[in-house]
């Protein structure tokens, strides 16, 4: 009978896996038998939150040196940023190991991968990665899902609720965004992902900063080269694009 394992592994910095790969080189974890990796990694999970992804990268790239491509990415990883304070950076690695296990009730571990239940779902893309503003197609168990690029330093949440911009602040960051794409989309088709929530950006006094935002893209001298679209109708497009021409089709 299959017996979980929990190991729980300090770690100094968000790349620091030297404690993983410890435990693999003298037998306490085989690593064919980790299903998941949990982290806490430093920093306050809030304007540095870029080293969760620098920590599944970590997690990764170590993986994949001992399983092969497809085993590693089947690991499921999930970071929390936060650590400020007395609370240390560490791993806590989920394992399934063959064995005897103990009579009575015990501890049993499944995994399972967001994107995979979406399309299980019926959802036919998502939004949650920048992806350099492209569209590409994910693999699932089930077949494939469209991630759609969205934009976390333009999404008014994050923005201002958390970096604490201004409504000022949100407007000539946007634009800029805007105008910085427009430029680049001389070169190939990108996509302009605004988010917005309207208890942020409802409130009266962020209204008007929100109409120039508006006012800026529909008047620009070179809107007719912009695509005001939905989400739903970028993945109708993508879906009818020939096999080859978006990543992963």
Sequence with gaps: MPVARVH??????????SGIEAA???GTMAPEGILAIFGKTEGNGLVNDFSRGFAVQSLR???ERHLDTDSAAAVCTVMSGGTEGGMAPHWLVLERHEG?????PALAIGRAHTPDLLKEAGYRYIMDWSADDQPFWMRTRSGPLLSIPYHIEINDSPAQLTR????DDFTRMVTGHFDEQ???SENQPLVFSLALHTFVVGQPYRLAGLRDILMHMVEHEEADRVWFCRPRDIYEHV???PPGTVPGS
């Design 24 to 26: 693999i080189a003298n």
């Design 239 to 241: 879906a009818a694009l």
């Design 8 to 17: 729980r592994i300090s770690a100094t910095a968000p790349d620091d896996v």
């Design 182 to 184: 427009i430029r680049q």
């Design 61 to 63: 790239l170590m993986l």
């Design 100 to 104: 005897e296990g103990m009579p009575g």
């Design 164 to 167: 604490r911009h201004t409504a």
